[in-house]
């Protein structure tokens, strides 16, 4: 019998290993009871969120918005009653029709929570009629917040919604889309899990091997995102939470859990093939492989933290989810799952099912690459024997994919990211076709003060005077207890988001008056959340340079590397944000995909999507790093390094990208627009990632570097000594010069 190996631990990793192996068992009843717990704390949670959240909460055309909704309620109605006249009467001006028009308008103004109704029969306005003389609408203001809104939708819409004698009555307006994309989205969620679930069940068993084994990876993902829905919940006491964010906690808890579980279980099965007992295998596993995991973690919490400079809640709420759905997946890979290793042992291997197709042929032990790893070997010789070709091949291509996004246009949120059979949807296309004037387009004016009718009509004449404005509504006066209020509606050529819109909106602020103004519509929170997330842009991107820079000199010790770092993962995104644009905003495919392109992509999208694919960029490339630095440690022989180093992570990167792409197309399922731009979009990403820029543009950019690649100055040298951190032990190696060495190859 061979001797089963002890090796020595250092202090602080001793005492990780007893703190998590003392009592197993115990730690993983007290995990499964605060698993339990979460569930009762996070249930219901997603009936707390909001569908909105895009809008700068600081800018004017928030302030005016609000100020508008309290003061002049019907100039901004929220829920739009779309009355049809049956077939068989005279139209909307049928004696019949407009009855049972007024009856319905006098219902909607006696519900609780509504104020502001107004209809075409009662204002005899055109806009409020479409042109074919076939419909007409009821507008209203629901009260309230966004849930508020909701709720109160929710309690009356069965008493508005389909026939009524001679008129059919259909909900739109934005708290009807609203409504709609919620529903939507809790609905896609589940449907995503259904499909995520046993897919990712099925390849981590064609990757492990053991039923046992693929399955540990699933509970520390179920942890995950139990734990994030319960902090979720938590923050929707204080704070706007977006529902879009669950999904979010779905794709990153089943994918984080996957990446971490697969580098930990497949570093444990290699200890325990080389003789350690269990117990051991996992302190060791915890010093290498857990560094490892605690420097990723840290790297994708940074990326997806950047969000928390912007000011829209929508792009917050990804950060609360991301960082929390991050950390608890680290935590329980690092606490649960060496416990349940340590109580596993050999077990973990149990129930080999591709014993099945292996027909008695011999499996292979745990530490050997086998015939994928001699594969990547080879591919990884070949690279670096031709490192400029593949180096110049391979930017230049990712760049070319990138080219498209040269051209985006940037758009708000509106109902056509709803399905084309979407109720609301429905009903705001046919207003959009059928009615002259849309009543939610333009530009409002909300005056301040106590100005004569003289200066209020000059300034009339003024706005009524600029390049693109059609016609000017008001003003319309109002008197509170909080002084005298006075709005005006702008109406812009064009569509209410359009460029005309956006450069009329800087127009109509410049206009002088003799009174304080304040401009919104959706144009003016477009341009308003522009300038929002332009402000907060720089010091976002610094945070995760900065910390990317620093968490990877502390695991490598390298000058360079960081660097190679922040500029291959960035490189890594280019075909994410040119397919982005060819596809969602210029609508190609969107038939096959079964979308609505708007011809613009949201705001806020694109940052959100940086900030995810980045750090999930940022995990790889620590899974990579580590193994090629801990080779390098090892043996002093940089070449051999990087192909050793792809050899034996390469197939989990492959993996590990791969199941996430499945979890993320899963999300990308989805029937609202930005939730399947934002799972697509990452899954290719993540592709991307790991199978150009790990397999190729790595080993090449590395062997063009050489053993510059590992230089630091003296100073860093000795601070990374004291404070870094690495995969491995290191092996002693001849010194390095302070000087940067002499590249190989060049």
Request: with cysteine.
């Amino acid at each position: 019998m061979s001797e089963v190996k002890k090796p020595p631990s250092s202090g602080a990793d001793a005492g990780w290993t007893r703190f998590v192996t003392a009592r197993p068992r115990l730690t993983l009843l007290l995990a499964l009871l605060v698993t339990a717990l979460a569930v009762v704390a996070g249930g219901g949670v997603a009936d707390r969120m909001g569908s909105g959240g895009w809008e700068d909460p600081g800018a004017q055309s928030t302030y005016a918005t609000k100020a508008l909704e309290r003061e002049f309620p019907q100039s901004e109605p929220n829920l739009l009653l779309l009355v049809d006249a049956a077939a068989g009467t005279g139209g909307v001006d049928d004696p019949a029709v407009a009855a049972e028009a007024e009856r319905l308008t006098a219902a909607l103004a006696a519900e609780r929570g509504v104020v502001g109704v107004g209809s075409y029969w009662h204002a005899q306005l055109p806009a409020l009629r479409s042109e074919d003389g076939r419909q007409a609408l009821v507008v209203a203001r629901v009260q309230g917040d966004e849930k508020t809104a909701t709720e109160t939708l929710e309690r009356m819409a069965p008493r508005y919604e389909g026939a009524h004698g001679p008129v059919r009555v259909s909900l739109g307006g934005p708290v009807a889309v609203q409504r709609e994309v919620t529903r939507t989205i809790q609905e896609d969620l589940l449907r995503a899990e259904l499909i995520a679930l046993p897919v990712t069940l099925v390849l981590l068993v064609l990757v492990f091997g053991s039923a046992v084994a693929a399955l540990l990876p699933l509970g520390v993902g179920v942890v995950a995102i139990l734990g994030t829905n319960a902090v979720l919940r938590g923050l929707t006491e204080v704070t706007d939470v977006s529902v879009f964010a669950q999904n979010l906690t779905t794709a990153l808890g089943l994918g984080l859990a996957v990446d971490y579980a697969l580098f930990i279980v497949r570093r444990f099965r290699e200890e325990l093939a080389a003789g350690h007992d269990p117990v051991a295998a996992v302190g060791v596993t915890l010093r290498t492989a857990g560094r490892t995991v605690l420097f990723s973690a840290l790297t994708v919490a940074v990326s997806l933290s950047a969000m928390l400079f912007f000011p829209m809640y929508f792009l917050r709420s990804f950060a609360y989810a991301g960082v929390a759905v991050v950390l608890l997946a680290a935590a329980a890979a690092l606490i649960l799952l060496p416990a349940a290793l340590v109580l596993l042992g050999n077990r973990v291997n149990a129930l080999d099912l591709r014993a099945l197709w292996r027909r008695g042929r011999p499996r292979a032990a745990a530490t050997e690459p086998g015939e994928t790893g001699r594969r990547r070997r080879w591919t990884a010789a070949l690279v670096m024997r031709r490192a400029p070709v593949f180096a110049v091949a391979t930017t230049v291509g990712l760049l070319l994919l990138g080219l498209p996004f040269a051209g985006v246009k940037f758009g708000t949120v509106d109902d056509r990211q709803l399905p084309k059979d979407a109720p609301s949807h429905m009903v705001q296309e046919q207003i959009r076709d059928g009615f002259p004037n849309s009543p939610d387009g333009g530009l409002t004016v909300l005056a301040e003060g106590a100005p004569g009718p003289e200066s209020l009509m000059a300034y009339r004449d003024r706005l009524a005077a600029l390049p693109g404005v059609t016609r000017v509504d008001g003003p319309i006066s109002s008197a509170t207890e909080g002084g005298r209020y006075t709005s005006f509606s702008v109406s812009v050529e064009g569509e209410a988001v359009g460029e005309t819109a956006r450069e009329l909106v800087d127009d109509v602020r410049a206009v002088d008056a003799d009174f304080k103004t304040s401009v919104t519509g959706q144009a003016a929170v477009l341009v308003d959340a522009q300038q929002a997330i332009a402000g907060a842009l720089p010091a976002a991107a610094a945070l995760v340079v900065l910390a990317t820079l620093l968490l990877v000199f502390l695991l490598t010790g390298s000058l360079l590397i960081p660097l190679q770092a922040v500029l291959l993962n960035a490189l890594s995104l280019t075909a994410m944000f040119g397919a982005v644009v060819w596809v969602f905003q210029e609508g190609n495919l969107s038939g096959l995909l079964a979308f609505t392109a708007t011809g613009d992509i949201e705001t806020t999208l694109p940052v959100l999507m940086f900030c995810i694919a980045f750090g999930l960029s940022m995990d790889y490339g620590v899974f990579l790093i580590s193994r090629i630095k801990e080779e390098y440690d090892r043996t002093g022989d940089h070449e051999s390094a990087v192909r050793t180093g792809l050899a034996r992570t390469g197939g989990l990167i492959t993996a590990a990208a791969v199941i996430l792409a499945v979890v993320m197309v899963a999300i990308g399922t989805s029937r609202v627009t930005n939730t399947k731009m934002l799972g697509l979009g990452i899954a290719l990403a993540v592709l991307m990632d790991a199978m150009v820029v790990r397999s190729l543009l790595v080993p090449a950019v590395m062997k063009l570097t050489g053993r510059a690649t590992w230089w630091a100055p003296a100073p860093l040298r000795r601070l990374h000594e004291r404070f870094g951190l690495s995969e491995g032990e290191s092996a002693p190696r001849t010194p390095e010069p302070d000087r940067i060495p002499v590249a190989a190859g060049t």
